[in-house]
């Protein structure tokens, strides 16, 4: 009787996890067939979600760069097209992307050998990598007992321990939420003895990590692919005969040498122990006034880097001074001269930044209100409140969306809109703090990837 209750549990058991594969099966078909247009119509920005991989996105000198951060913005500036990309770190989420066809462009490696990866749509190679095993310099392999070695969630490629010693046993720990980048860090506070790492991967962070190394190679070589959205056969045609062309070119040398090679002096200055701890000199003034005045303090810094690359000494046009190049008669506001100490400029700056952030209040989505805050601070308060304005004349729901807002600030200059009886600021060339704005917020991003 025990023995066919154990069965029927058994059973299901399986039964359930079948029922679960069909139907997340069918989601997953559904998901790649859904909303497939007889016709494509091409959009003028391409569209990225790119997974955090520490070679392919990281700091370098306070801005973003990256193997395939840099690849993917000189494909969109050939193909003719504006570029947005987001970053990810969870692996499951970034999985999971590549089958809904929200971006045109998933970058992320992703192990073939999985249930539904039969069903993408993957690019031409853009490069290869291999799996290695590290470990810390003065552990051993155990010749009579298991080695534990800890695989990343999503690791792009099976490994293979029959190449690093013939003698020893080894027990896999697939793991589901951590990354490549977090087993390092346990592996040097030497909570694990020994984890897999593509190849890529471990000539940017051991500069980092000192006391690892590579103990040999654990499988063969995997292609590095994107995963491209079905519904663009044309986009992905010209994007895949971009990847054939320019992986000819000595530029696209030049990327490989720069993110791939352990001589990289990119690499070695951007993976030393101090700059991956922090952003600048002054991050502690920085810490200290945003979380008085309630903001992200590498929101602040990013514009401070913006502004002078955390130089005190600069002085701009307009008499503009200090770290955070405040103009006169705003820094006369706070009681700020050009004698006060960087502490002060740094209080003030942030207080002032606070206060624009506080004027926005009807944009409830963050990223949309920071973008407006530092277009603000680079333009005036005025001339957002004016764009703001018109956007809330001529269009009907988009009032809190940045790109809409930037879109009227740059129709400040045309007479039509700067002569419009919303406006109260007047005429205003908005193009240049719309860059200044959107290269503020991608080092932003940036910088909340880097630094805790």
Known sequence: MKRNLVSYIVLGVLCTILFIVVIHHDRVCHSLLKNNPAE???????????????SDYFVYRGSPI???YDMLKLMAKDLGKEITITVESDPETAFFTCF?????????DVNKGQLFTPYLNFSEPHSYSYPVLIARKNTKINDTLPNQLYIPAQFPVEVSMTDVHHTSQWEMIYTETDKTEDLYELLAEKKIDFIASDYNLAVTLLPFYPNLKILGR?????????????NNPSLNKKINAWLVEFKRTK???????RYHSTGSHVIQQSFGKSNRKSISAYDASIKKYCQIYGLDWRFVSSIIFQETKFNTDLVGIGGSFGLMQLMPETAEHYGLSDSSSVDEQIKAGVKHIASLYKRYPS?????????VTAAAYNA??????????????????SVDNWKMIFKYLELKSQRKYY???????GYYPGGHSIKYAKEVMDRYFAYKHVYK
């Open 66 to 68: 990256g193997f395939q």
């Open 251 to 257: 530029k696209y040398e030049a990327l490989c040498k």
């Open 100 to 108: 809904t066809n929200d971006y045109d462009l998933v970058a992320m």
């Open 419 to 425: 002569n419009d009886p919303v406006v109260r600021c």
């Open 218 to 230: 654990i499988g063969s070589d995997f292609n590095r692919e994107w995963v491209l959205n079905p």
């Open 40 to 54: 494509e119509i091409e959009c003028d920005t391409l569209h990225v979600l790119l997974f955090y991989h520490a």
């Open 380 to 397: 005036g308060s005025g001339h957002l409140q004016d764009a703001m304005a018109l956007c809330a004349k001529y269009e009907t729901d």
């Open 363 to 371: 944009i409830k989505h963050e990223d949309d209100r920071l973008y």
